[in-house]
């Protein structure tokens, strides 16, 4: 039984990981070694770990936390683009890929269900499909005791097209901060990537210069209390927060990046400009080699827009130290 449940495990593995045609040709390639795909498919389908549009896995969440054991957590969300479909989903009956409608924020979960031709035909007519697909992810903060970091867990994802509201956005992460409280789950913040909407939503509830008459969040019985230091005349936040908030370091480094390698704009640092050309040099120089910084010209392509190892590079000590000469 053990045995069966580890092949069980790397085949499921395989299949998400790999896809279908990998899978496909490992196991025509192995007879007997791997399950059919019909299995597999019912072993998905009949775990909870399947996922319905705009559904909140609260109850699983706390399951997860259990096993975990652990209470603390930082909520993130983000959309990524999406081919434009429309797929039917016979285990809910609803139909996917149109844009979510939202109800304070909160998707309504199987709104796009019908059995009626003509109400199908008005929304192919009527509503666009949706460009982008949200995601809300968990990620549990362990003990000081623990030294390993637990896996994050996905909450939820639906499909959007990008109309939502700075509101929208602030309903949404309430509602997700109660659901998980009433689990025994503390959110202690939320962090997004470098969307205007995202940081209004930030500032309106951490009170930043700013405030929304119908959430009264530091009121809260678990807010906390920050020690200002009396010499901090810049440090605008109130004493009393109930959530933190963070914007996704990998936007902002990355944005950093595509900034310097730009040709039209300049970025500065302190009172002095920077730009790809100071890259150039060190590339090119003979002093130095590739042992020395790791930066190769693929680092600076500009067209490469998210190439994370290359901005891993171009903060890392060693560049930094050759850069000053």
């Known amino acids: 039984m053990e045995l069966y449940n580890s092949i069980k495990n790397f085949a499921l593995s395989l299949y998400i990981l790999g896809g279908k045609l990998t899978y496909e040709f490992l196991r025509l390639n192995l007879p007997g070694s791997l399950p059919h795909l019909s299995l597999l498919n019912s ?5 909870d770990s399947r996922i319905s549009e705009g559904e909140f896995k609260f109850d699983q969440l706390q399951k997860h936390f259990d096993s975990l054991n652990v209470q603390y957590a930082f909520g993130s969300e983000d ?16 139909f996917t890929g149109f844009p979510s409608l939202l109800d304070r924020g909160v ?6 269900q019908t059995d009626s031709f003509d109400a199908l035909k008005s929304w192919f007519n009527s509503i666009d499909k949706a460009s982008l697909l949200n995601i809300h992810m968990i990620q549990p903060v362990q003990s000081t005791d623990n030294s ?11 499909g959007t097209d990008n109309t939502a509201t700075a509101n929208d956005i602030l309903q949404r992460w309430w ?15 939320f962090s997004t990537d470098t969307d205007p909407k995202y940081l209004r939503a930030m500032r309106l509830m951490s009170d930043f210069l700013g405030a929304h008459p119908h959430f009264q969040v530091h009121q809260h019985p678990q807010t906390f209390q920050i020690k200002i230091r009396s010499h901090w005349s810049w440090f605008y936040l109130c004493e009393q ?31 002095q400009s920077i730009s790809i050309n100071h890259l150039h040099d060190i590339i090119e120089n003979d002093t130095y080699s590739k042992l020395d910084d790791g930066l190769t010209k693929s680092d600076i392509n500009p067209k490469d827009r998210q190439n994370f190892s290359s901005c891993l590079k171009l903060t890392s000590n060693d560049l930094m130290i050759y850069s000053t000469f």
Do not use: M
């Not at 999406?82 to 809910?92: E, G, L, N, P, W």
């Not at 998707?107 to 796009?112: D, E, F, L, Q, V």
């Open 175 to 189: 509602y997700i901060f109660n659901q998980s409280l009433q689990r025994n789950i503390r959110i202690i913040g």
């Open 43 to 47: 072993l998905i389908s009949s775990s």
């Open 241 to 271: 927060q109930l959530l933190l908030f963070f914007q996704d370091s990998t936007h902002l480094v990355t944005k950093w990046r595509n900034r310097l390698l730009s040709t039209t704009a300049e970025l500065c640092l302190g009172n």
């Open 148 to 158: 390993s970091i637990p896996s994050p867990y996905l909450l939820s994802a639906y």
């Open 79 to 94: 959309c990524t683009g999406i081919v434009k479909r429309i797929k039917y989903d016979s285990t809910t009956n609803t």
């Open 107 to 112: 998707p309504i979960k199987s709104y796009y």
